[in-house]
């Protein structure tokens, strides 16, 4: 059972600086076939103003801190990944800096066909370092059984 | 490939998308994927690793599959822009796997200003199995 007190704990904030070529990397990664994610002119012929980022691309940044799984003492042998939701408030591009940070939103206990479980839901909020706009709230529910 | 940008008044309630296939995911593919995720877990590349884990062998990251039904949608929503997306994890993908994608438009409407069309979306594997479930909202353009 996970320790209730990490409801609204929230862990360091991080940032990652957004390249084309982390995004051309990722975009391959996915077979994406869309010429926006590789070449800038075509981007930029869309309306972007730089390569823009797929849409799960902030996957990479889900949890700020590295520690997440070991401070809130979570087994990875009882986890299951329930899902995630991607909240989008502006475009993210290739030249952005993001800072990320994850708080525990809430921890709530259920009772499914493999007995008592945490259900855990997360929230890591992105934002531009350079104009404070918020870019991406990344929601990720996991379930941990007892 | 060309492709026309999609305007809200192409849209009906309860239209399907046109289906679409993507794969096979080969094992190359989940390393590349491992790599610019970071998701390391050796249950996505080693098979060795995969069947002491209790697996069939190596199965797709869950993030991969959400990531190529996120490409399937700004696909089909070209000029859109996309404000939620969800996926729930249904069942495993396995290397090797094709995907089915599908997806289906629940509601249009206006808020705030914007053009929004809710869509279900999901990927199968070649028996029918859903692997993913979930949906999405899209701003899109009008005439």
């Given at each position: 059972m996970i320790d209730r007190k990490f409801i609204g704990y929230e862990f360091t904030p991080n940032e990652m600086v957004i390249t084309r070529w982390r995004i051309s990397h990722f975009a391959n990664a996915i077979r994406e076939s869309s010429p926006i994610y590789y070449d800038v002119n075509e981007a930029k012929n869309q309306g972007f103003k730089d390569i823009p980022v797929p849409t799960t691309f902030y996957t990479r940044m889900t949890f700020s801190d590295n520690n997440f799984f070991s401070t809130l003492g979570i087994d990875f042998r009882k986890l299951l990944d329930g899902g995630r939701e991607i909240k989008y408030y502006s475009q993210g591009c290739a030249g952005d800096t993001i800072i990320y940070q994850t708080k525990v939103e809430n921890i709530v206990e259920k009772e499914g066909k493999r007995g008592k479980m945490d259900l855990i839901t997360v929230v890591t909020s992105g934002k531009n370092k350079d104009t404070g706009e918020k870019v991406f709230d990344l929601i990720i529910s996991l379930i941990v059984f007892h | 490939m060309f492709k026309e940008d999609l305007f809200f008044e192409d849209?009906?309630?309860?239209?399907?998308?046109?289906?679409?296939?993507?794969?096979?995911?080969?094992?190359?593919?989940?390393?590349?994927?491992?790599?610019?995720?970071?998701?390391?877990?050796?249950?996505?590349?080693?098979?060795?690793?995969?069947?002491?884990?209790?697996?069939?062998?190596?199965?797709?990251?869950?993030?991969?599959?959400?990531?190529?039904?996120?490409?399937?949608?700004?696909?089909?929503?070209?000029?859109?822009?996309?404000?939620?997306?969800?996926?729930?994890?249904?069942?495993?993908?396995?290397?090797?796997?094709?995907?089915?994608?599908?997806?289906?438009?629940?509601?249009?409407?206006?808020?705030?200003?914007?053009?929004?069309?809710?869509?279900?979306?999901?990927?199968?594997?070649?028996?029918?199995?859903?692997?993913?479930?979930?949906?999405?909202?899209?701003?899109?353009?009008?005439?």
């Open positions: - | 849209i009906s309630t309860g239209m399907e998308l046109p289906m679409s296939k993507r794969g096979p995911i080969i094992r190359q593919q989940l390393i590349d994927y491992a790599s610019a995720s970071g998701d390391y877990n050796k249950i996505h590349y080693d098979e060795g690793f995969a069947k002491i884990a209790k697996l069939p062998g190596c199965i797709a990251h869950g993030m991969l599959v959400m990531s190529i039904v996120g490409s399937y949608i700004t696909d089909w929503a070209k000029g859109g822009v996309l404000k939620d997306f969800k996926i729930r994890f249904a069942g495993m993908t396995n290397e090797n796997d094709t995907l089915t994608l599908k997806g289906k438009v629940l509601k249009k409407y206006s808020e705030n200003g914007e053009n929004l069309v809710e869509i279900s979306v999901l990927s199968e594997v070649q028996d029918e199995r859903i692997t993913t479930q979930g949906s999405a909202v899209i701003a899109l353009k009008t005439k």
